[in-house]
Structure formats: structure tokens, C-alpha cells
């Protein structure tokens, strides 16, 4: 009997220790609670940027053409050098044109001795006539031979006057003060037969321009949040511009905006904003392809958040995880515009006193407790 009591309290001691090896603890259940840094929403005004891509655009560039035509006898600028306008940059052969001028200067002296002498006619017969020594006829010629002479000095003199020119022409100078590239003829060549020949180019690089394309689309939604009320314009003369080279660094000068252009690309649907930026080192060439960063609108009532802050769903959505009062995790998805100073600016999906999570998230459960860190330090950007 007291060996069958002693099988049946051992069965039952098994059995309470297997049901409670079966059964965690309630420490072991609930377990720690996750340690979570916060940030609260606040809104502040925030600068709205647009980049937009494009080319960098010399403002004035001018082709140095052979407006005569003749063989060049001299190239008297170094190629890639700055020059000043009214430089001398080729010589033509001028001995062509100082003969057409050494000719039309004989051609002037001939008519001007001719009109002498039809003049002092015209004044003889102009005597005569009073005392009826000649008749009208002959008078009318001598009037007529005078107008005539007078004319064809008017006609040497321009003759000269082009001969001139011409000669002058044979020197070609720079057009524009700018940088000068390499030279598209060489000594010898003859130009300006058919038509004006073009020798260089002459570009002003300081400062210099970015041409940039923006969308209609994006002009549109600007406008429409203009009129909202829920950004405000910022006024050109204050835009902010800041040029992003093609390998990715920050120019160290800051530019302006000049202009948007008035008409639309019909292809394209874009239109063409100019800015403007300081070049003193002529570290930017015409030609190149830039991305600059425009403060096109200013939002007064802002949302932020660190970008460490959003979480993306296997679709894609933007997240945040959130704390309500009761210090539980939420999750909320939000729509996001830009990023500035490594900051998402929020565009929907957030409020003033919102709690988020900024650190931690890896350890926050939506639907659990955490427990807030509140000790101050200096947060990563």
C-alpha cells in the first residue's frame, strides 16, 4: 500500500514538472521592453527646392569672321587666351585692297576737277544768259553738267569710303572682350571667297550662365499651392541657387536666378529657367552638363522628419512608426517631397505633436510598448 501511494506521488510530481516546463514564466512571456528615441512634430518654415538639369551657356559669344575676301598673312593671338575687343586677332594680305583704295581715290580727284569746271561753266553761263548771249538751252546743259559733276563726286567719295573700309577689314579684330579658342585657319589659307569664313570663336565665361529646363507639370503644381495659400513665392532677385557639378560636388559659389522664359517647348512641354553664377577660375565651360538646385517656394507651416525616420513597405510606401499616449507603436504611412539638409519634408500623413520614432526602429513592434530614451545627446545627421 505504501509503496503504490509512493508510485502515484511520484506520477504526479512528474506531471506538474512537465506542465510547468511546458508554461513559460511571466517574465519570460512579457520580456524587456524596447528603448526607442522620439522626436515630436513641429512645423517651421521650410525652403522648397527644385532641381533642375541643363547646360552651362557662355551669356555672349561672338564668331570672328573674314568679312573680305584674301589670303591670311598672320594669326597674332595665342589660342585659348582672353583678348580685349578691338584685339588684333588676323591679318589679311592687304595689298589688293590698298590698290582698290589708291583707285577710287584717282577716280574722286578725277570727278572733283570735272565738277570744278562744270561748276565755273554754270556760273559763266548764269552772266550770259542776262544779257541774252546764249540761249536757255545751253544755260539748262551747263546747270545740268553741274548737278551731274556734284553727283559723281558724291558717288567717288563713297567709293573711297567702301575702298576704305575694305582695307580695314583685312585686319580683323576681336569683336568681343572673352576667351578665345583655337584658331579654325592657319597662315596661307585663303578665305571670304564665297562666303564670310569663320576663324574663331570668342566666349565671355565670367560670370557665366546655366540654362536649365523645367516641366510645365511642376510650374503648374507650384502655382496651385501659390494660390492655396499653402507655399509662398519667393521673389527672384532672393532665389537661392546652388550649381551641382556632373561628378557630383557643390560649386563653392552660389548663383542667381535670372529668368523663366514666357514660351513652352512644344516637344518637350518645358520651359527654360537661366541662373546666373561667378566663374573667376573658368572652372565652368560652355557645353557642360549641370544640375542646379533652385529656392523656388517657401512653406511657412513645414513637416521635417531625419530620414532615418521612414521605413518602406515591400510596395514601396513611405512609414513611420509612431507612439501614442499610452506609449504604444503605430505604424503610418506619409507622403514625402524633398530632401533637405538630410531631412524628408512630409507632405502628408503627419501633424503638429506627432511622436516618432527615430532610433530603435529595428526593436519597435507595431501594436507594442517601448520605453522612450530621453537622455540628451547630439543626434546624427
Same mark, same amino acid.
Given at each position: 500500500m505504501a509503496k503504490s501511494l509512493l508510485v502515484k506521488f511520484s506520477l504526479i510530481t512528474l506531471s506538474l514538472a512537465l506542465v510547468a516546463c511546458g508554461k513559460p514564466s511571466l517574465k519570460e512571456e512579457?520580456?524587456?521592453?524596447?528603448?526607442?528615441?522620439?522626436?515630436t512634430i513641429e512645423t517651421q518654415a521650410l525652403s522648397i527646392h527644385n532641381e533642375l538639369s541643363g547646360r552651362i551657356?557662355?551669356?555672349c559669344s561672338a564668331e570672328v569672321r573674314a568679312r573680305v575676301a584674301g589670303v591670311v598673312l598672320e594669326r597674332t593671338f595665342r589660342e585659348g587666351s582672353d583678348v580685349k575687343k578691338g584685339e588684333v586677332l588676323f591679318r589679311i594680305d592687304p595689298a589688293p585692297f590698298k590698290a582698290d583704295l589708291d583707285s577710287a581715290q584717282a577716280r574722286l580727284r578725277k570727278a572733283e576737277a570735272n565738277a570744278l569746271q562744270a561748276r565755273l561753266q554754270a556760273q559763266r553761263y548764269s552772266q550770259l544768259i542776262e544779257s541774252k548771249a546764249i540761249s536757255t538751252q545751253e544755260y539748262d546743259n551747263a546747270v545740268s553738267a553741274d548737278h551731274q559733276a556734284s553727283a559723281d563726286v558724291t558717288a567717288n567719295k563713297a567709293a573711297v569710303e567702301r575702298a576704305k573700309l575694305d582695307l580695314s577689314y583685312a585686319t580683323i579684330t576681336a569683336p568681343i572682350s572673352g576667351r578665345i579658342g583655337r584658331a579654325l585657319v592657319t597662315e596661307g589659307a585663303l578665305v571670304g571667297q564665297s562666303e564670310s569664313t569663320p576663324l574663331a570663336l570668342i566666349q565671355q565665361m565670367d560670370p557665366i550662365?546655366?540654362? $536649365?529646363t523645367q516641366s510645365m507639370r511642376e510650374l503648374s503644381e507650384l502655382r496651385k499651392a501659390f494660390r492655396a495659400g499653402q507655399m509662398q513665392p519667393v521673389d527672384r532677385d532672393q532665389v537661392k541657387a546652388t550649381l551641382i557639378q556632373d561628378d557630383g560636388n557643390l560649386y563653392p559659389l552660389p548663383g542667381k536666378l535670372l529668368f523663366s522664359d514666357i514660351s513652352v517647348d512644344p516637344g518637350t512641354a518645358q520651359v527654360i529657367v537661366r541662373s546666373e553664377f561667378p566663374n573667376p577660375d573658368l572652372d565652368l565651360l560652355p557645353g557642360s552638363f549641370v544640375r542646379v538646385r533652385l529656392e523656388q517656394a517657401l512653406n511657412q507651416q513645414g513637416i521635417s522628419v531625419p530620414q532615418r525616420a521612414i521605413q518602406r513597405d515591400s510596395a514601396g510606401i513611405a512609414q513611420v512608426l509612431l507612439l501614442d499616449a499610452s506609449g504604444r507603436v503605430?505604424?503610418?504611412?506619409?507622403? $514625402?517631397?524633398?530632401?533637405?539638409?538630410?531631412r524628408w519634408i512630409v507632405t502628408g500623413g503627419l501633424r503638429p505633436g506627432d511622436r516618432i520614432v527615430i532610433e530603435g526602429l529595428q526593436h519597435a513592434r507595431p501594436g507594442e510598448k517601448v520605453l522612450v530614451d530621453d537622455t540628451p545627446?547630439?543626434?546624427p545627421k
Open positions: 512579457t520580456g524587456p521592453l524596447a528603448t526607442v528615441r522620439i522626436e551657356a557662355a551669356p550662365h546655366a540654362d $536649365l503605430n505604424q503610418r504611412p506619409v507622403q $514625402l517631397g524633398q530632401v533637405l539638409n538630410h545627446h547630439h543626434l
